[in-house]
């Protein structure tokens, strides 16, 4: 079956880094957009950053543009994102998805990974 694992979360203070990980397995893996997004206590989940299948596009949410990357490794099956200068508001949890070339919203979920900034 597909899976969506994260990876990387933690506690860090403001101003650091982070890294996250996504590997992704029982889906054929360049076929998928993927994406990451976010969920702070009490606020809806966010879209934060996506990569197309070639990775020749990205996009990301104003809040992070600038401070995180997105990046994958098909050879790997894996997404990354990389999060500089991080803020308290970036705490939140973070999923990793995917959506495949044929669909219009992403339907493929991780569990989350928690990140934590302290100010």
């Known amino acids: 079956q597909v899976q969506l694992v994260e990876s990387g979360g933690g506690l860090v203070q403001a101003g650091g880094s982070l890294r996250l990980s996504c590997a992704a397995s029982?889906?054929?893996?360049?076929?998928?957009?993927m994406g990451w997004f976010r969920q702070a206590p009490g606020k809806e989940r966010e879209f934060t950053a996506a990569?197309?299948?070639?990775?020749?596009?990205?996009s990301y949410a104003d809040s992070v543009k600038g401070r995180f990357t997105i990046s994958r490794d098909n050879a790997k099956n894996t997404v990354n994102l990389s999060m500089d200068s991080l803020k308290p508001e970036d705490t939140a949890v973070y999923y990793c998805?995917?959506?495949?070339?044929?669909?219009?919203?992403?339907?493929?979920w991780g569990q989350g990974t928690q990140v934590t900034v302290s100010s």
């Open positions: 998805a995917a959506r495949h070339y044929s669909r219009n919203s992403f339907h493929l």
């Open positions: 029982g889906l054929s893996f360049s076929s998928y957009t």
């Open positions: 990569i197309t299948w070639s990775g020749s596009a990205t």
